[in-house]
């Protein structure tokens, strides 16, 4: 882990929220879980970390979807057992890579529908800004 706090590293605010994740390493899959999530990208709590700079795709589970939302991310840093703290789980910080501009605006899109749902209106333009729409 860098001396950088994870919330030095973001570009994006994140919101706590724990969604299941699927992804596959080497010949096995995996099923963790998010700690948070912005437009950006997201935290993955996991005992295993990939490799900082592996490319990966993975499935995030949303309940109030039909289907898993298909993801690109590529890990920025990481966060081994060994250095975890009660503050800050071992894990992954992962950041979105999209296809094309259509992709980006469908994902931004749905994390800003989970953020809402869970932080209410008002309080996510508190902490987003007024510039977004709503």
Sequence with gaps: M???SPSERRTEP???IELQVEYKRLNSF???YTKNIGRGGTF???ERPLEIGTEFVFKLI???LE???VLRGKVHWTVTPEEAREDQPAGMGIGFIYKSEAERKLVEHEV???MIG???KVLYRKLIGNHRKV
Excluded: K, N, W, Y
Aim: hydrophobic share 30%; aromatic share 4%; proline share 12%.
């Design 2 to 4: 860098t001396d950088e």
């Design 67 to 69: 289907r898993p939302l």
């Design 30 to 32: 995996f099923a963790d």
């Design 118 to 120: 869970s932080l209410g």
């Design 44 to 46: 993955i709590c996991t």
């Design 112 to 114: 800003e529908r989970l």
């Design 62 to 64: 949303v309940p109030t």
């Design 14 to 16: 994140r919101h706590p």
